[in-house]
């Protein structure tokens, strides 16, 4: 019996066993796979056969797409038909993927169909309305019309809109939208190109705008008393879904018209007409936040800083801090519309005046922006008194006005980071004017190391803070941003003694950046490297990490499923994905540990544009992420800068959150055999440029003659010890023993740290190095007696 014949046996006979827990499931082909999936939806009673036989199909779906034969197709509408008599939510998506996947001529399904959607159409709430139209379509007309009918009532006339254009399209088009719908009970999040394709069908496109201007229309209309004001009752339920949908349309297409309207609608749902501290559609104002997240534009998120500041409800703005935030993220990864930024009336130089009687507000941006008062041209040292007594509403505008320019600084730093892995380039004549020119962008691309491709296949460095000029070169000739990755070690060296010799503080690290390639280890394993693997971590802190960084995963802990994840982050302009395994180990007092695991990396296949919704059993797939169009890649195929700035990620995930630079670490066990290990252990790419850092910086510290670099360490000459400092962890032990000297961050000592040596890059494990060198140069006068007696020991 082959493999597929015993996985169907698991499935189907309650007596049956199944034990093997990891066969070769490239022995299923495509078609035996969509049985499978067929079938694995019709079980309703989960033996540990069964249950065992689901793991694997999962895991056999996570990069195939299962093919229907007319046979499977019409057992995967007969198995939905089972879960929704037995009271299980049916996923019609899976109906759908089953239709457009069929290898053969579609089987007549009109009686399973007609009875499903007439299940779907009795129930109180009718989840899935873009599917079910879909579906309907199939039983026939009546059933068509019976469907549209019962979506319609009652849920406004913005639903009654979207049902009757989603009703009236082709099958083919109503597919894509069937995968973007959100109202739905799985939590599938839409396969890589279903947006892009809907934002692609022209019926749907006009509803989107037709939706949004509705929706700002009704809330004009609440504002002027045309409509009675009721908090949370501008739209139904259904409606603040249908306009999300719509939103996000229309900002993946960019649409010129969008600012304009968001200007309307925002205020619109976020502030009552009256003084009252409610807002005519929380829901609404969410979504569209939401809607933010995944496809941000500045404008939009310029929108929201300013009805945060204007919000009246006491928790919407911590919750609009915190979508703003992922929005934010979100946009760096937009390159295409993040570069753009409004020059909010600032004077080419960069600098913003503003009148206040006989004072005068002037905003200048340099690497950031600083508010400072002038009167009668002369600078003065703080706000005035008569400013701040008979203006605040100016001042208070102004003071935002930093903020705003700061947070949009911010976001292009962000969002030149994460061009990276597009390997995007500009016209020359575009980015002078837009960005080295723009009185704001500047700021940032005035200490970012560009290229110029002054002649075909001659690309010309500019470091545009320490240029005289820019290189004469064509409008239309090529600009890109410098990646070490390119350049030889030379070029490399140059261009970071240029950096710290000019003291020049770069908007995210650049010249020093740390680079990646596949190593000789990676070479032999083929799909997946271990260069970051058997790692302890302290777990919360790296579930921090991975949203603060763009990444996506499940929570894990001592629950059921909790033991394991692989995060994920998709690159390039959505066509690579990166996988970082881990999984949860145990709890060492409050704290959480995880187990860091392998890293691959997948390429979006043409599946993308075919998968809507084919995750076996409503995507409770091995990993999590099953059938969603990603084919995983051996390392040698991955682009240099993917797979460079990809494992910079997990390298940033391990160096900060693993247990090796706790300098208290106590626990026993295994925990502490791998602290002891790690914490003097190797160095990381992100340490070794720690080490080149202070090769340049180090030499002109009062301590100098103190100091030198051996190796892993830099080594500190104190009048009672000397000490090697791990350019790593930044843990420290004393020679001639090889004592270990517990410094606790927050202990400094007399000394107070190293903040005034100046470093090309924000490095907080550099800096703590520096603190230490500095504390342990002068150790006679160290205040903390927990230090003091470590050494005294010695």
């Known amino acids: 019996m082959n493999l597929a014949a015993r996985l169907m046996n698991a499935l189907t006979d309650?007596?049956?066993?199944?034990?093997?827990?990891?066969?070769?499931?490239?022995?299923?082909?495509?078609?035996?796979?969509?049985?499978?999936?067929?079938?694995?939806?019709?079980?309703?009673?989960?033996?540990?056969?069964?249950?065992?036989?689901?793991?694997?199909?999962?895991?056999?779906?996570?990069?195939?797409?299962?093919?229907?034969?007319?046979?499977?197709?019409?057992?995967?509408?007969?198995?939905?038909?089972?879960?929704?008599?037995?009271?299980?939510?049916?996923?019609?998506?899976?109906?759908?993927?089953?239709?457009?996947?069929?290898?053969?001529?579609?089987?007549?399904?009109?009686?399973?169909?007609?009875?499903?959607?007439?299940?779907?159409?009795?129930?109180?709430?009718?989840?899935?309305?873009?599917?079910?139209?879909?579906?309907?379509?199939?039983?026939?007309?009546?059933?068509?019309?019976?469907?549209?009918?019962?979506?319609?009532?009652?849920?406004?006339?913005?639903?009654?809109?979207?049902?009757?254009?989603?009703?009236?399209?082709?099958?083919?088009?109503?597919?894509?939208?069937?995968?973007?719908?959100?109202?739905?009970?799985?939590?599938?999040?839409?396969?890589?190109?279903?947006?892009?394709?809907?934002?692609?069908?022209?019926?749907?496109?006009?509803?989107?705008?037709?939706?949004?201007?509705?929706?700002?229309?009704?809330?004009?209309?609440?504002?002027?008393?045309?409509?009675p004001y009721r908090a949370d009752k501008a739209f139904t339920d259904r409606e603040v879904l249908a306009v999300g949908q719509a939103a996000r349309v229309a900002l993946l297409r960019d649409e010129p018209w969008l600012p304009e309207l968001f200007d309307r609608l925002l205020p619109g749902v976020a502030l009552a007409p009256t003084e009252a501290r409610t807002l005519p559609s929380q829901a609404m104002l969410y979504e569209l936040m939401r809607a933010a997240q995944?496809?941000?534009?500045?404008?939009?998120?310029?929108?929201?800083?300013?009805?945060?500041?204007?919000?009246?409800?006491?928790?919407v703005p911590k919750q609009l801090d915190k979508m703003l935030k992922k929005a934010e993220a979100a946009l760096a990864e937009r390159t295409d519309?993040?570069?753009?930024?409004?020059?909010?009336?600032?004077?080419?130089d960069g600098v913003l005046r503003r009148p206040a009687g006989e004072y005068t507000a002037v905003v200048t941006v340099?690497?950031?922006?600083?508010?400072?008062?002038?009167?009668?041209?002369?600078?003065?040292?703080?706000?005035?008194?008569?400013?701040?007594?008979?203006?605040?509403?100016?001042?208070?505008?102004?003071?935002?006005?930093?903020?705003?320019?700061?947070?949009?600084l911010l976001t292009l730093a962000r969002a030149l980071e994460g061009s990276f892995t597009v390997d995007s380039a500009h016209p020359y004549g575009w980015w002078r004017r837009e960005l080295a020119g723009h009185p704001l962008a500047r700021a940032v691309v005035a200490r970012l190391f560009w290229e110029i491709e002054v002649a075909p296949g001659d690309w010309r460095a500019v470091l545009p803070a320490t240029a005289d000029a820019l290189p004469d070169a064509p409008d239309d000739a090529a600009v890109r941003l410098w990646h070490p990755l390119r350049s030889d070690a030379d070029t490399v060296r140059g261009r970071r003694d240029l950096v710290t010799e000019a003291g020049l503080r770069q908007p995210f690290k650049q010249a020093f950046r740390e680079t990646y390639r596949p190593t000789p280890a990676e070479e032999e394993t083929r799909v997946h490297s271990n260069r970051f693997a058997a790692h302890i971590v302290h777990y919360r802190r790296l579930f921090a990490l991975f949203r603060a960084r763009g990444w996506s995963s499940r929570r894990l802990g001592p629950w059921d499923d909790g033991d394991g994840d692989a995060a994920d982050r998709v690159l390039a302009a959505g066509e690579w994905?990166?996988?970082?395994?881990?999984?949860?180990?145990?709890?060492?007092?409050?704290?959480?540990?995880?187990?860091?695991?392998?890293?691959?990396?997948?390429?979006?296949?043409?599946?993308?544009?075919?998968?809507?919704?084919?995750?076996?059993?409503?995507?409770?797939?091995?990993?999590?992420?099953?059938?969603?169009?990603?084919?995983e890649v051996p390392l040698a195929e991955v682009p240099e800068l993917v797979f460079s700035e990809a494992m910079r990620d997990v390298?940033?995930?391990?160096?900060?959150?693993?247990?090796?630079?706790?300098?208290?670490?106590?626990?026993?066990?295994?925990?502490?055999?791998?602290?002891?290990?790690?914490?003097?252990?190797?160095?990381?790419?992100?340490?070794?440029?720690?080490?080149?850092?202070?090769?340049?910086?180090?030499?002109?510290?009062?301590?100098?003659?103190?100091?030198?670099?051996?190796?892993?360490?830099?080594?500190?000459?104190?009048?009672?010890?000397t000490y090697r400092i791990h350019l790593g962890s930044a843990n420290v032990l004393m020679d001639p023993d090889g004592a270990y000297l517990c410094i606790v961050p927050a202990a400094r000592g007399s000394r107070g740290g190293g903040r005034g040596a100046f470093l090309p890059f924000e490095d907080e494990r550099l800096s703590l190095i520096l603190s230490k060198a500095l504390l342990l140069a002068a150790d006679t006068e160290i205040a903390d007696e927990t230090i003091s007696r470590q050494i005294g020991r010695g």
């Open 14 to 227: 309650p007596d049956s066993t199944f034990d093997d827990p990891s066969p070769d499931v490239s022995m299923i082909d495509d078609a035996e796979l969509g049985l499978l999936c067929a079938e694995l939806e019709a079980v309703t009673r989960w033996t540990g056969a069964a249950a065992r036989a689901r793991a694997v199909i999962e895991r056999a779906t996570e990069s195939r797409q299962p093919r229907y034969t007319p046979e499977a197709c019409r057992r995967m509408f007969e198995a939905l038909l089972v879960r929704t008599g037995s009271g299980t939510a049916a996923d019609l998506t899976l109906g759908l993927t089953a239709v457009e996947q069929c290898t053969g001529p579609l089987p007549d399904l009109a009686e399973p169909v007609r009875a499903l959607v007439g299940s779907r159409l009795a129930e109180d709430k009718v989840r899935q309305p873009y599917a079910l139209l879909a579906l309907a379509r199939l039983g026939g007309e009546e059933t068509l019309r019976a469907a549209e009918d019962r979506l319609a009532r009652d849920a406004g006339p913005v639903v009654a809109d979207e049902t009757a254009v989603v009703a009236a399209l082709p099958l083919a088009e109503q597919m894509p939208l069937a995968a973007i719908d959100r109202d739905s009970a799985f939590g599938t999040p839409p396969p890589p190109d279903a947006w892009r394709r809907s934002a692609g069908n022209s019926a749907y496109v006009a509803f989107a705008r037709r939706a949004l201007e509705a929706a700002a229309a009704r809330t004009d209309a609440i504002r002027s008393g045309e409509i």
């Open 294 to 315: 995944d496809f941000p534009t500045p404008e939009l998120i310029t929108t929201v800083r300013t009805v945060r500041g204007r919000v009246r409800h006491a928790g």
């Open 337 to 348: 519309v993040a570069l753009r930024l409004p020059r909010l009336d600032f004077a080419d």
């Open 366 to 408: 340099t690497e950031s922006a600083t508010l400072t008062w002038e009167k009668d041209g002369r600078p003065l040292r703080g706000t005035p008194a008569p400013v701040r007594r008979d203006r605040p509403a100016l001042l208070k505008e102004m003071r935002e006005l930093v903020k705003r320019v700061d947070a949009q």
């Open 577 to 631: 994905r990166i996988r970082f395994h881990h999984h949860w180990s145990d709890r060492s007092g409050e704290d959480e540990l995880a187990v860091t695991d392998q890293v691959r990396f997948d390429r979006r296949t043409d599946d993308a544009d075919r998968a809507y919704g084919g995750r076996a059993n409503t995507g409770r797939a091995y990993g999590g992420r099953a059938g969603d169009g990603w084919r």
């Open 651 to 721: 390298d940033l995930f391990v160096g900060v959150t693993s247990i090796a630079t706790d300098p208290d670490w106590a626990d026993g066990g295994r925990e502490r055999a791998y602290w002891e290990r790690a914490s003097f252990g190797e160095l990381t790419p992100t340490a070794e440029a720690r080490r080149e850092v202070l090769e340049r910086i180090v030499p002109r510290l009062g301590i100098a003659d103190r100091c030198s670099l051996d190796g892993r360490f830099l080594v500190v000459r104190g009048d009672l010890r």
